[in-house]
C-alpha cells in the first residue's frame, strides 16, 4: 500500500478498549510525528470491542480501524501487526501515556537495522500518578530483573507498553499470547532468536482516561511471572531439580558402604532413605522440565533450538525403554541379593543397618528405571519428530 506514490514505511498500532477520551489526541500526536519525520505512515487502531463511540472517533480522525473479535491485549496486537502496512511498526497504548509526538529515536534506531526497539521509563522519566508505586518499585523492576537472569534480555523496562520493531521480525517471533503476556513474550523471544535488541528513553505520563486501567497489579503480574517461568522451564525445574538429584548422590553414595560422621554426627540409613528420595524428587523435576519444553515448542511458544530439534528427532520411546529397563534390572539385581542375603539367614531376623543399604538403593534404581520409561513412551506420544522438524530455528 502506497501513500502520495510512496509505500508506507511505519505503522502506528495502538491496542484500543473503550478509549474515547484519549483516542483523538493520541491519533493526532501519531500523525505529526510522520510529519515530522517526513514518513510515510498510518494509524492504525486495533478495537478490542469498544462500546464507547472509539471506532467511530477514530476513523474521523484520519486512523485505519481493524475491529478484533477475540478479546484480549496479545489477542489485538497480533492481529494488528498482521493486519499492518508499514515496514515498521511503533506500538503504543491509547491511552496519552507515551510521547506518540516524538516517536523520532524507534525510527531512528530500526532504520540502523535494529529489530526491536523498547522504551525505557526508567531512563526518559516517570511522571507523578504515572505508574503505580507497586509496578514502579516492585512488579517491573523484578520481572525486569528475572528476564535478564534466564533470558539475557537487554531491557532494563522489560514492560514499557510503548516499543518499536520490524514487522518480518514480529512476524518471525510467531507471537502466541492472547493477554498482557504478550508483553513478555516479545522481548523473550526476540532475545532467544538472537535478534538486534536496543532501548530508548520514553517519558511516560498519566493517563487520561479518567477510569481505572485494563490492567489488575497482581493477576496480571503473576501471569507475567507464570509466562516467564514456563519460557525458562531449566529454572523452575531442572536445575533445582539437578541440584536435588546432586545432593541426594553426595550424600547417599557413601552411606551404602556404610555410615559416615561428620564432626559429632553421625549419619546412617535414615540418611539415606532421605538421599534417596532427593534423587527421586531430582529426576521428577527434571524430567518435568523437559515436559515444560516439549509444550512449549509445541504451542509455538518457544522457538526450536538446533540441540533439541536433535533429541527431538531421536527414537525416544526405544531410548526410554533401553535406559529405563537398564536403570530397573540393577534395582533388580540388587533387591535379588537382598533376597539371598536374607535367605542365608534363613529369613530370620535382619540388621536394617545392613540390609537396608541394599534395599533402598535397588528401589531407587527401580523408581528412576520405571520413570524414564514412561518418560520416554510420553515424548513418543507427543510425536515430536514431526511436530518440530517443519519449524527448526537456532536459538
Keep these: ?28 500526536k501519531a500523525m505529526a510525528s510522520l510529519d515530522e519525520m517526513g514518513a510515510a505512515g498510518e494509524v492504525l487502531i486495533s478495537d478490542n470491542g ?32 498482521a493486519a499492518a502496512n508499514g515496514k515498521f511498526i511503533i506500538m503504543a497504548d491509547s491511552d496519552d501515556s507515551y510521547e506518540l509526538d516524538r ?22 522519566g516517570i511522571r507523578p500518578g504515572a505508574m503505580p508505586f507497586l509496578h514502579r518499585y516492585l512488579g517491573n523492576p523484578v520481572l525486569t530483573a528475572i528476564g535478564k537472569i534466564f533470558f539475557g534480555c537487554p531491557s532494563g523496562d522489560f514492560h514499557c507498553g510503548m516499543r518499536g520493531f520490524s514487522r518480518e521480525s ?34 511516560l505520563s498519566p493517563d487520561g482516561r479518567g477510569r481505572k486501567p485494563h490492567l489488575r497489579t497482581w ?3 503473576w ?4 509466562f516467564m517461568l514456563l519460557f525458562s522451564p531449566n529454572w523452575l525445574f531442572v536445575y533445582p531439580g539437578a541440584m536435588f538429584m546432586l545432593m541426594g548422590l553426595i550424600l547417599g553414595v557413601p552411606l551404602t558402604r556404610g555410615p559416615l ?9 535414615h540418611t539415606l532413605l532421605f538421599s534417596s528420595a532427593s534423587v527421586v524428587i531430582g529426576f521428577q523435576a527434571v524430567l518435568f522440565g523437559v ?34 529397563g537398564a536403570f530397573f534390572l540393577c534395582g533388580l539385581a540388587g533387591s535379588v541379593y537382598s533376597l539371598r542375603y536374607w535367605a542365608i539367614s534363613h529369613f530370620g531376623d535382619l540388621d536394617p543397618r545392613m540390609t537396608l543399604r541394599f534395599v533402598i538403593p535397588s528401589v531407587t534404581a527401580m523408581i528412576l528405571g520405571l520413570q524414564t520409561g514412561l518418560a520416554g513412551f510420553f515424548l513418543s506420544v507427543l510425536g515430536l519428530q514431526n511436530r518440530l522438524s517443519p519449524r527448526r530455528e537456532d536459538a
Design 1 to 28: 500500500m502506497n501513500i502520495g506514490g510512496r509505500p508506507i514505511e511505519i505503522t502506528v498500532l495502538m491496542p484500543c478498549l473503550n478509549e474515547a477520551n484519549t483516542l483523538p489526541v493520541c491519533i493526532r
Design 50 to 81: 469498544s462500546t464507547d463511540g472509539s471506532r467511530e472517533i477514530a476513523v474521523s480522525a484520519g486512523a485505519r480501524v481493524l475491529e478484533v473479535a477475540e478479546r484480549g491485549y496479545g489477542n489485538a496486537l497480533r492481529s494488528g501487526i
Design 103 to 124: 516517536m523520532g529515536p524507534f525510527v531512528e534506531k530500526l532504520r540502523d537495522g535494529y529489530e526491536l526497539v523498547m522504551g525505557n521509563r526508567f531512563r526518559g
Design 170 to 203: 514480529a512476524l518471525r517471533m510467531d507471537l502466541q499470547s492472547p493477554g498482557m503476556e504478550f508483553a513478555s513474550e516479545m522481548v523473550i523471544k526476540a532475545t532467544l532468536l538472537g535478534m538486534r535488541i536496543t532501548e530508548v528513553p520514553t517519558v
Design 219 to 221: 493477576r496480571d503480574g
Design 223 to 226: 501471569r507475567h511471572l507464570r
Design 261 to 269: 560422621q561428620i564432626g559429632k554426627v553421625t549419619f546412617d540409613v
Design 291 to 324: 515436559f515444560a519444553r516439549v509444550f512449549a515448542v509445541t504451542q509455538r511458544l518457544l522457538p526450536v533450538s538446533s540441540l533439541f530439534a536433535r533429541v527431538a528427532g531421536l527414537r525416544t520411546f526405544e531410548w526410554g525403554l533401553f535406559f529405563g
